[in-house]
């Protein structure tokens, strides 16, 4: 028989060896010829940079084995592909010519090759739920998987790991999160130059640091505050081995459980200010028996159940970091209990403790209750305040901070794919020898020919139980995201953590979507094309619900097709006459149509209907109503002249200040034409005496009277409005009466620069003075007018209208124009965070005659560092959970709705509540110091 070393290169270029190749795994195992090793790309997340083996063990290969290796080409490797061309591969996309597939992270289920051998972390051998599915697609194509962490020796002991790596990223992690949260609680420390392990090129420069920082800290000591610093660490294996071999860079002290009650007492003693402390300790240290006795760690091993964790009152309260490297089965007790936590948070002497964790071990709900989900580079903590029950991402909130990557490795690709290369070798020199009988090999396959092997066999039930797979009228969810754009990441973020359901995040952009997909296993990438039903349907046909964030214009079509399809709608935007006429087509296909699920709308309704809700069950009367609602840069980042930042559709923001409003306010109707908004601005709102804001009326507010179940006629006031910083109307209402926010289609630009379109839409002379130009078009007292003048000329330069760089503006109107120029000139900066703000205010009379004012308010940043915007947070949580309740069945109305109805607002707020996004909700009796009374209803 023809063996596989014969097969011309050209072929495996090309694809063609498959059809040639004849001869089964199993025969060429057995007569040991050379297989065709491949050696995948990794695609889980854009951060995935490691390798199996390195271009050096390829080249070893190869000239020990006579084997061929197949590379799939990657530019975000750590080794690039001319290295391994080098060592004599063949790079090549398509890997069905390899007969044994070597990778790191798991393997999307569509890119599996049926009848091949992987060798992955395949994480299905402990029965993870959330890879049951995966596990069944290795069963159904007829793949031998063999697993990394089986790959152990007749002891027992593994032999092919990245522990020591994760422990080495997990503390510079570490490290650099406990500097960022002393900063943000007020106080600088020597941690705050340690980076994140990625931004280091190799571990001799994270060293080189240490020693700088190990340097600072005997120099100018450790903050006050929080001395003496202590350090948990728990685990004794390779995980928490490399994370003391980054600490023990620092100046510390090695102490003992039984020495830390002494310690608190002499915190104060200055060698507590110049040393760390580092405590490690194992089960006989945090656990006790139940019934008294000493510790017997056989017996714990057998009946765990016969003790119990004390570290929460014996360890906790003495740390200041945790460092978790314990390997934990549900079986054991768990080292700390959300419970256990909030009761430390409570406790006002211990403020300064337990700041943060770093769990290495990522075990979600695992060793620690709270630990809820793994975090990821881009965004490496979250804070648990168990208290409040809040999990948020807000580093100056309460909470413990938490970093939890799972990941962790290849934040140092290269010594981790070498490490990793050199243990893995012998394993691959006999894989491509064919010896599939090699017993560390043979002990590590879960899976081959259909079947689960002999020692995992028991996982037939974990297969059977998991949702999706052998259980009946029970599947995958899917959902279809159509747009990738601001909002996408959170929203991605919140589904993609439900192990049970799968995405597709369709978009005109496909490069777009595929950096999305490509962060999480269960998501993937596809190209969106609007205007062609028939591949929409396509799209539409597989999925659960749509979740359209496309340009608002667009959803009505999303929707006629996802109604065609009986598959239910979310959307953030506005409901329009369009989308409300699809109503009754939607009711008839049972489909709900979800929209204005965003921030406003969105969770303005269902803060507003609880409390709407809420007084009508007590026979209340609303008498009034007055939201306000702002996304704007956080104060500190409102350095501009508009005082505005776009996390947000530029466009969107200038056309919505074009519209006319309604309103009622003390009793009578309002209204404002359009294009008049920002000349009828209310220059004070006074919401919260820290902010400046003045704001706009928002559209029609006597609709949501009706929308809200209001009596109009019986109300004083009713109003809905739009927040910015004070002197944003008077910007804009200048390049309104500039011209610049003309929708004419022949205000048609196409200018070689933004300069050039600002003169062409002043009608302006190449030599013109543009200063007195503006004074004369504005008008009116040319001398009082000066000041704003000047501002408005300070805000062109910002918008680089002034600027002769020359780069090219072309727009169907001056609008457009206007919308390109901000985009690029306001957007928020790196290490810059916006803010959003909801309040709303009810005048709420009782049936005893007496009259509340009762306020319920949102406040809200984004996240400086990872560059998480509030407005994505407030617009794509609340549509992502939307999604999940039509995925779970929860909400039984049909029809174009809005989330105004209690089955959709309760368990939304719920759930905000739970991602850090809490109303703070006041109540006073009288009205005369309310919103309705002090605002100045100018119009």
Request: charged letters at 20%; one cysteine or more.
């Amino acid at each position: 028989m023809l063996s596989v070393r014969h097969t011309p290169k050209l072929l495996l270029r090309s694809g063609g060896s498959a059809i040639i190749r004849r001869a089964t795994l199993a025969t060429q195992a057995a007569a040991h010829s050379p297989l065709v090793i491949g050696i995948r790309r990794e695609d889980k997340n854009r951060w995935e940079r490691r390798v199996a083996l390195t271009p050096a063990h390829v080249k070893q290969l190869i000239s020990e084995t006579n084997a061929q290796v197949i590379v799939q080409p990657s530019n975000t490797r750590i080794f690039n592909n001319a290295s391994f061309i080098e060592a004599g591969a063949t790079i090549n996309e398509d890997l069905s010519g390899a007969d044994a597939i070597l990778g790191i992270k798991e393997v999307p289920i569509d890119k599996l090759l049926p009848s091949k051998t992987y060798v992955i972390f395949s994480h299905t051998h402990k029965a993870q739920r959330y890879n049951m599915p995966s596990l069944q697609a290795f069963l159904d194509k007829q793949i031998r998987l063999i697993d990394y962490e089986l790959m152990v020796d007749a002891k027992g002991k593994r032999q092919v790991l990245f522990g020591k790596h994760a422990g080495y990223a997990g503390m510079i992690d570490g490290l650099h999160g406990l500097g960022q949260r002393l900063l943000a609680l007020g106080y600088n420390s020597p941690f705050i130059h340690m980076g994140q392990a990625h931004v280091y090129p190799n571990l001799e420069c994270v060293h080189t640091k240490l020693r700088h920082v190990a340097d600072i800290i005997e120099d100018q000591g450790l903050p006050d505050a929080f001395a003496p610093m202590l350090f948990t660490f728990t685990g004794s294996g390779n995980v928490t081995q490399g994370a003391r071999a980054i600490f023990d860079d620092l100046p510390h002290d090695n102490v003992t459980v039984d020495e830390l009650p002494f310690i608190a007492k002499d915190r104060y003693n200055d060698r507590y200010r110049r040393r760390l402390l580092a405590l490690q300790v194992g089960a006989e240290d945090y656990v006790e028996r139940i019934a008294g006795g000493p510790y017997d760690r056989a017996e714990y091993r057998e009946f765990p159940e016969r003790y119990r964790s004390v570290f929460a009152t014996k360890i906790a309260p003495y740390t200041s970091m945790l460092v978790n490297g314990i390997y934990w089965e549900a079986k054991y007790p768990r080292l700390m209990t959300t419970k256990d936590l909030a009761h430390i948070q409570k406790q006002k002497e211990l403020k300064s403790r337990m700041l943060a964790i770093a769990d290495i071990s990522c075990d979600i709900g695992g060793s620690l209750e709270f630990m809820s989900h793994a975090s990821t580079i881009d965004s490496p903590f979250f804070y648990v305040d168990a208290v409040n029950g809040v999990e948020h991402k807000d580093i100056e909130k309460p909470g413990v901070q938490i970093n939890s990557i799972d990941n962790l490795p290849t934040e140092l690709p290269f010594e981790a794919s070498k490490h990793f290369a050199d243990a893995m070798y012998p394993y691959a020199k006999a894989l491509a020898l064919g010896d599939l009988k090699h017993p560390v090999l043979n002990r590590a396959i879960i899976c081959q020919d259909g079947q689960l092997t002999k020692p995992h066999k028991h996982l037939d039930k974990s297969l059977a139980e998991a949702q999706g797979f052998r259980v009946a009228n029970t599947r995958r969810k899917r959902v279809l995201l159509a747009g990738s754009g601001m909002v996408s990441q959170p929203l991605v973020d919140y589904l993609a953590s439900t192990k049970d359901t799968d995405i597709t995040i369709a978009s005109n952009d496909l490069g777009e979507a595929k950096r999305l997909a490509y962060q999480y296993p269960n998501t993937e990438a596809a190209l969106l094309d609007v205007s062609d039903s028939a591949a929409l349907d396509l799209l539409i046909r597989d999925s659960d619900v749509v979740v359209s964030l496309v340009p608002a214009h667009l959803h009505t079509r999303l929707a006629e097709s996802a109604i065609r399809r009986g598959k239910h709608v979310v959307t953030a935007s506005y409901i329009t006459p369009e989308m409300q006429a699809l109503d009754s087509a939607a009711r008839a296909s049972n489909v709900t149509i979800l929209g204005e699920i965003g921030l406003d709308p969105g969770i303005d309704h269902c803060s507003a209907m609880q409390v709407i809700d809420s007084a009508k069950e007590r026979g209340a009367t609303i008498r009034s109503f007055v939201s306000w609602c702002g996304g704007l840069p956080a104060p500190e980042n409102s350095d501009n002249q508009l005082g505005y930042k776009f996390s947000w559709s530029p466009r969107g923001v200038l056309t919505a200040g074009l519209n006319p409003a309604r309103f009622k306010a003390n009793g009578q109707m309002r209204e404002i034409a359009e294009r008049q908004l920002f000349a009828n601005a209310f220059r004070n709102v006074p919401l919260h005496p820290g902010f400046a804001f003045e704001g706009l009326a928002n559209r029609d507010s006597l609709q949501y009277a009706e929308i809200y179940g209001l009596d109009l006629d019986g109300m004083d006031t009713m109003f809905r409005g739009t927040l910015r910083y004070h002197g944003f109307a008077d910007i804009m209402q200048c390049l309104l009466s500039l011209g610049l926010l003309s929708l004419d289609a022949k205000s048609h630009v196409s200018a070689n620069s933004a300069a050039e379109f600002l003169r062409h839409a002043l009608c302006a002379t190449p030599t013109e003075d543009l200063r007195q130009l503006i004074a004369r078009r504005l008008g009116g007292d040319q001398k009082a007018a000066a000041p704003l003048v000047a501002r408005l000329m300070l805000a062109l330069e910002e918008f680089g209208m002034l600027s002769a760089e020359h780069s090219p503006v072309t727009a169907p109107t001056s609008l457009d124009a206007m919308s390109k120029i901000l985009q690029h000139s306001l957007k928020l900066g790196a290490g810059e965070r916006d803010l959003v703000c909801l309040f709303h205010e009810f005048g709420i009379e009782n049936p005893d005659g007496s009259y509340d004012v009762q306020t319920s308010s949102l406040v809200a940043y984004g996240d400086a560092e990872s560059g998480e915007t509030a407005m994505a947070r407030t617009v794509g949580i609340p549509a992502a959970i939307a999604t999940r309740l039509l995925l779970e069945d929860a909400v039984s109305t049909r029809g174009v709705i809005r989330p105004t109805i209690k089955e959709i607002y309760d368990p939304l707020l719920q759930r905000l509540a739970h991602k850090g996004l809490v109303f703070a909700e006041h109540t006073k009796r009288g009205v005369h110091n309310s919103l309705q009374h002090k605002m100045k209803w100018h119009q």
